[in-house]
């Protein structure tokens, strides 16, 4: 899952945000069926790697998350209105490979951006990593089934 802020939000790549959608992303996970499993804050979006019951129950959590994160960000920067340009982006995840493949795009994001030439060895500050999730993963396919498409 990805979603975009509006300029107006500001910079997310900041202790204090981190903090912030780091909370409300824990707060929304396990309700509504769906949790969130791994995530990546960038400069203006959110790169999010979540576990959903169905398309309804991904809808109804990512409102959820959304009005979490919203209230969170706004009361930071002490502003009122819009947070989200526009609604998440989901792609349904069905073999080892394609979330091995979203795993290191939300793991490796900021070194893909970044203007600057990263040592191997450096890990984003601003994401999860395979070795510490945001929530255990309960399905095959998170637990153990993406470290087959890598191996």
Avoid at 37 to 51: A, I, R, T
């Amino acid at each position: 899952v990805t979603q975009r802020m509006v300029p107006a939000v500001g910079h997310l790549r900041t202790q204090m945000r981190l903090a912030l959608i780091k909370q409300a992303l824990h707060d929304a996970s396990g309700h509504l069926g769906m949790q969130v499993v791994h995530f990546s804050v960038q400069g203006n979006h959110l790169h999010l790697v979540v576990e959903a019951e169905n398309a309804a129950a991904l809808s109804r959590a990512m409102k959820g998350l959304a009005v979490r994160v919203a209230v969170r960000l706004n009361q930071l920067a002490k502003r009122r209105g819009t947070v989200f340009a526009d609604r998440y982006h989901a792609r349904v995840l069905e073999s080892p490979r394609a979330v091995a493949n979203a795993l290191r795009c939300v793991f490796e994001n900021y070194r893909h951006h970044a203007r600057e030439t990263l040592r191997w060895s450096w890990r984003d500050r601003f994401a999860s990593s395979a070795e510490s999730p945001l929530r255990e993963p309960s399905v095959w396919l998170l637990r153990i089934g993406w470290k087959l498409a890598v191996a």
